[in-house]
């Protein structure tokens, strides 16, 4: 093969290897690919690992292996082939280049692989007895196969009856002990059977425990459990690690069942004591179990064996650890109760012995404690539970009463006691009692109490069960009259609120004036509620108001608002009246408020309001926030789904209704001008033609049209064409979101709403099942549906949505030729759309490492990545100089790109690294798992499992950006 040819194989890899360094990196970075790609023979001198290991990701696989492949081993066998810093692991190129040696062992393993690499390292100095070190501490987990011995396993296997003292002085850490333990078990039984105890069993480790090779005798007693039985009680005898003994009682029942129970459960006796003591003493102490790693906690996984695996025999073994140790881990008395029922209740009663308080982590442990109680009889928990339903922790109290109110009306009593006391913690949790009690007797008693409570806090909790959407005028009279009896209604909630200047009020059943205290008490009960919506007390009387009326009073106590504090937190009361009683007249002053402050009480109004100027609005800010704000953007998201959420309808849905028909019927709007009928009809130029009735078409309004007419129309066209624009603007996402319409739905909207009918003709639709495209087609201007073929067809059934470009195969050429022929300009990029397919070669790969290296400045970065939907992603904890990234998110997927700054003194430039795709959400700072520095890390998604339109609009994105 031509050295070209050759050359022509390596050459995206070494473009990204070049762009993963910055200039200061670029004479050396030059001299490698020369040597490595024969330009010259002068072999650089790499003295250290850390900024030039990703040389080995160059590497093809063995069996491919050409000059380029040994020139790189030459490289990084040298002074850099173990290198450290200061107090750092190991950062050497043989880290990298060992990790390459496993990924080629678990893809394409075969009988002399592991033998040939190991030659190539020979024969450039590397000896052998490092070539074994290395092999175990760093290739234990692919020694097996299929649980078939692989090329490194057999190499291994080959070496060890020469070499076997200095093998297990290199595998001198347990798991490495254990991987070749188990290796020589399955492969070379009969030669080490005589030397299994010398083998096993060691001495003391440095902290001074003898430990039991649980693994290994976990595979002897799988191969016969009678005759490795002695080696199994000598382990039992000679451990003192008490993790070693849970794994001994666990292989015990497994292979011995019977015989050995009341052993296997003395062990799990010993093993909780054990626990119970170090946690007592150390509040931090973590049991490791199960092969986890530091600093996992792992005591519920051996208590939960326990429970599945004993039983009744391990009922007391449980209780016991439960009720002698301090540190109470929910989880595991939560298991008890699953286990015992009734019979746990004295062992249950423990996890009430923290005290509440406070602390946001006791909110959070009583609340796994009442899910506990969710799945169980509460009667037994009574007094416990009542001294938490009158704490002063409001979570707990509210968790508290409504655990406790499941015994049922014989709570009454110590009720009606408690809300006699002057404590107001305990007459507050005696009344949340009752009102989650809600029977006839729980409310016949809040319902008297009420109407005399002159503390509003504890009338509060008392109306919570009172209240109805829907009450009658005699009703909401008896309300407002017993706040003045308890003297509520005196004066104004603020000094600047003077009702008898509002404009009137009248009640809808029979247009009478609302009085001034009638309309003070709105505001009095408003001003106890914190947010913007209706409080609980009168939302029923708002309904009683005849909202034809009320639009001036909206507007005037808007006014009124604006010249005293404006949309912020202390006005809310007054906020929430005009979105109830106003309309669409405070639409445009809000929108304007939230765009330029960020103003989210003005957003929440918008939602309040909710009529379809004030959600188009919402969506309004949506767009607007897109780039220039995700976090704001997100807001207005919730309060937009909210909506939704009271309509009981879609996100989408309620998109779709809230485009206007202006006023048409159909695709036309009829208007009689000077005494002769005209049809309005919209162009796909969003203008208005005026047809006559002898189908005479104009492109102006007729002259006879009066003023008023007219002003209207180009009022109206002006309209059109804003929401055209923002319509279009939703459709380009609905494409990269995948959206999709019920076939009917469909038609029903786009055949008859007068914006959707001119839109859709320039764009390419699919039929849809299980999401996968049946056939794609176009609407034409005369609404009959074409194939590709330019043929009339009927739609078959399934979903429809906006066809991606990638979908399209062989017929986006075909589609492109149509549009061109019949003259149609897209209103978005959708057949001209740049898209990506995924390299076979990245399949199995989580990092995806086009991007490595460009350069671009900060500045731009940030421009850019906003304009198109990315945020800043900087993970808590990260430092100065550390990896950064900017993240977006797209359907069930995130994807980020990471970047460093090229000169810790100068932060004006960066270099991109890997662009990889997670989980939703992975930042985790519980577990202080923030940054993704691994391609194994669990919340990785592989490269192949991505969604072929999510990889593709993701990287054309980034493609834009750094373009």
């Known amino acids: 093969m031509e050295t070209e040819i050759i050359l022509k194989l390596y050459e995206d890899k070494i473009i990204r290897f070049r762009r993963s360094h910055s200039r200061r990196y670029e004479k050396i970075i030059n001299s490698i690919i020369s040597y490595i790609t024969g330009e010259s023979d002068e072999k650089p001198v790499l003295k250290r690992a850390d900024y030039m290991k990703e040389i080995v990701d160059i590497l093809a696989p063995f069996h491919k292996w050409t000059f380029v492949d040994r020139r790189i081993v030459d490289c990084i066998v040298g002074e850099a082939w173990f290198w450290k810093e200061k107090d750092y692991l190991d950062q050497g190129f043989h880290k990298g280049f060992f990790k390459w040696i496993k990924s080629c062992v678990e893809e394409n393993d075969s009988e002399d692989l592991f033998i040939n690499i190991a030659n190539e390292l020979t024969q450039r100095g590397i000896e052998e007895y490092t070539i074994l070190d290395l092999s175990i501490t760093e290739l234990n987990k692919v020694f097996l196969i299929n649980n078939k011995a692989s090329s490194v396993g057999n190499y291994i296997l080959s070496k060890y009856p020469k070499k076997k003292k200095k093998m297990f002085k290199m595998s001198s850490g ?47 007693s799988g191969i016969d459990s009678e005759k490795y039985k002695d080696l199994i009680l000598r382990a039992v005898e000679e451990t003192t690690c008490k993790a070693c003994k849970a794994h001994l009682s666990v292989i015990l029942n497994k292979f011995y069942g019977t015989e050995f129970k009341e052993k296997a459960l003395e062990l799990s006796i010993e093993v909780l004591d054990h626990i119970s003591e170090k946690r007592n003493s150390d509040t931090g102490y973590n049991f490791r179990y199960a092969g986890d790693m530091f600093g996992i906690d792992r005591t519920g996984d051996y208590i939960n064996w326990l429970l599945s695996t004993f039983g009744p025999a391990s009922k007391k073994i449980v209780s016991d650890y439960i009720l002698k140790t301090k540190v109470i881990i929910i989880e595991i008395i939560d298991s008890f109760v699953t286990h015992f029922g009734p019979d746990s209740v004295e062992t249950a009663k423990k996890m009430f012995s923290i005290s509440a308080g406070s602390d946001e982590n006791i909110i959070d442990y009583y609340s796994k404690v009442f899910k506990v109680l969710e799945k169980s009889d509460v009667f037994p928990f009574e007094n416990e539970l009542w001294k938490l339903s009158i704490c002063d922790v409001n979570d707990i109290k509210n968790g508290a009463a409504q655990a406790l109110a499941k015994v049922g009306d014989s709570l009454i009593p110590k009720a009606q006691e408690l809300l006699k006391s002057k404590n107001k913690e305990e007459r507050d949790g005696a009344a949340k009692v009752l009102s989650y009690l809600n029977s006839e007797d729980s409310i016949k008693i809040l319902k ?48 600047w609120l003077d009702e008898s200047q509002l404009p009137k009020l ?81 639409v445009g002053r809000l929108e304007e408020i939230v765009k330029k402050k960020k103003n989210k009480n003005g957003l929440k109004l918008l939602g309040l309001i909710g009529t379809n100027s004030a959600l188009r609005a919402i969506t309004g800010v949506m767009r607007h926030f897109r780039a220039k704000a995700p976090g704001f953007l997100s807001s207005a998201n919730e309060v937009f789904n909210q909506v939704a959420e009271e309509r009981n309808t879609g996100f989408y849905e309620l998109a779709d209704s809230i485009i206007p028909d202006f006023g048409f019927s159909g695709l036309y709007k009829e208007l009689v001008i000077d005494g002769e009928s005209f049809k309005v009809v919209l162009t796909d130029e969003f203008k208005f033609n005026y047809i006559n009735e002898k189908n005479k078409r104009t492109k102006t309004i007729p002259k006879a049209a009066s003023k008023e007419l007219k002003d209207e129309m180009k009022n109206l066209a002006k309209e059109v064409k804003v929401i055209a624009k923002e319509t279009i603007f939703d459709f380009e996402q609905y494409l990269v979101v995948r959206r999709k319409w019920d076939n009917e739905k469909w ?64 017929d986006l050429g075909r589609w492109k030729e149509h549009l061109i022929e019949n003259k149609i300009n897209q209103p978005f990029q959708q057949l001209e759309r740049e898209f990506f397919h995924l390299d076979s070669n990245d399949y199995d790969k989580t990092f995806y490492h086009l991007f490595d290296g460009k350069e671009i400045e900060m500045k731009l970065m ?91 609009e993701m990287i054309r994105d980034l493609t834009e950006i750094t373009r």
Not at 462 to 488: P, Y
């Open 174 to 220: 347990q798991y490495y002990r254990a991987a070749l333990n188990i290796l020589l078990i399955k492969n070379s039984l009969d030669e080490v059977e005589n030397r299994l105890p010398y083998m096993l069993f060691e001495g003391e480790d440095d902290k001074g425990s003898i430990h039991a090779p649980h693994k290994e005798l976990e595979v002897l």
């Open 448 to 495: 008297e109490l009420s109407e005399k409570e002159k503390n509003d806090d504890l009338r509060d909790v008392m109306i919570g069960s009172l209240a109805k959407d829907k009450i009658t005028l005699m009703e909401a009279k008896n309300l407002i009259s017993s706040a003045l009896s308890r003297k509520k209604l005196s004066k104004p909630v603020k000094k």
């Open 506 to 586: 009248k009640w809808l059943e029979n247009g009478e004036e609302l009085t001034v205290e009638e309309v003070r008490y709105l505001f009095y009960r408003q001003n106890r509620e914190k947010n913007i919506q209706p409080e609980t007390e009168v939302k029923g009387v708002y309904s009683l108001i005849d909202k034809r009326y009320s639009g001036e009073f909206a507007n005037i106590l808007f006014d009124l608002i604006m010249d005293n504090g404006g949309v912020y937190a202390k006005n809310r009361f007054a906020l929430t009246l005009v979105g109830i009683l106003g309309g669409d007249e405070q």
């Open 747 to 810: 038609q029903n909207l786009f055949l008859i709403n007068p914006l959707l009918f001119v839109i859709a003709p320039d764009i390419i639709w699919g039929v849809y099942e299980n999401d996968i495209l049946n056939t794609s087609f176009r609407l034409t201007e005369e609404g009959r549906f074409i194939d590709i073929n330019n043929n009339e067809t009927e739609l078959p059934k399934g979903d429809i949505g906006i066809v991606h470009p990638i979908e399209l195969g062989d």
């Open 862 to 952: 940030k421009s850019r990545t906003s304009s198109f939907g990315w945020r800043p992603a900087d993970y808590p904890g990260w430092r100065p100089g550390e990896m950064y990234a900017f993240n977006k998110a797209i359907l069930e997927t995130e994807v980020f790109i990471s970047y460093r700054y090229l000169d810790d003194e100068n932060d004006d430039k960066i270099a991109l690294k890997q662009c990889y795709f997670t989980i939703p959400n992975p930042i985790n700072s519980q577990d202080y798992q923030f940054e993704v520095t691994f391609p194994d890390d669990e919340r990785l998604i592989k490269l192949k499992d991505v969604p072929g339109i999510v990889f593709s």
